[in-house]
């Protein structure tokens, strides 16, 4: 559990390790949950941690956020897979304090060439008119590479920030913060469009599973 990391260390730094647990221990199999299979751990002898609005590694985890001790948050992590287009994932891998896995032009040869269409799709139809044939003649040109004896590492060369692709991300919570914060919020601008609309509903998402840690996070 994420959370229960993140109070583990918390707590090591104050010696505080005794008050690990529910907070309510005498009602907590009556905690709210937020979901209906979320059942009480007879191992852990409490609630599951993330899931108990009453756990004390939620309240601890919001006590953290409160004071800016964001370094504690570095101990839990998710791993999110986007698909998305590769002009997006060009921003994304300049979050170094994170771990990526994305498919390759080089050894990856496409038979079909798929690309994702811009959130301003239907801004004007003409636009719309420009950039499919656009896409067309890119994928046009990369099959005539490959079929005069271009390598799919040479033949992508004129594959466009549009072409379809696939990331796997993982990174700390603290980490997430600031990717949201810049790429949602738009802490330090406006965010791309492209890039708000992949980061908002990841947003929303970890609001859901781990509001203790995202829920101060508001666009």
Known sequence: DGLGLIELAGRTCYKSEDKV?????????DCTWPTEDAMWDEDMGCCAQSDCLNHSAVRFTRQLIRRGHGAMLEHGGATVKFITNRGVTHELVRHRVASFGQESTRYVKYDNVEFVRPVWWAKTPLGQKVWTAAMKVTEWAYRALLKIGWLPEEARDVLPNALKTEIVVTANYREWRHIL??????????????????MLPLLAEFKEKLPAVFEDLDV
Do not use: F, N, V, Y
């Not at 914060?181 to 992949?198: E, S, V």
């Open 21 to 29: 647990g529910c907070t309510l221990p005498d009602e907590a199999p």
């Open 181 to 198: 914060k810049l790429r949602a919020i738009g802490t330090t601008g406006k965010p791309h469009p492209q890039m708000r609309a992949l």
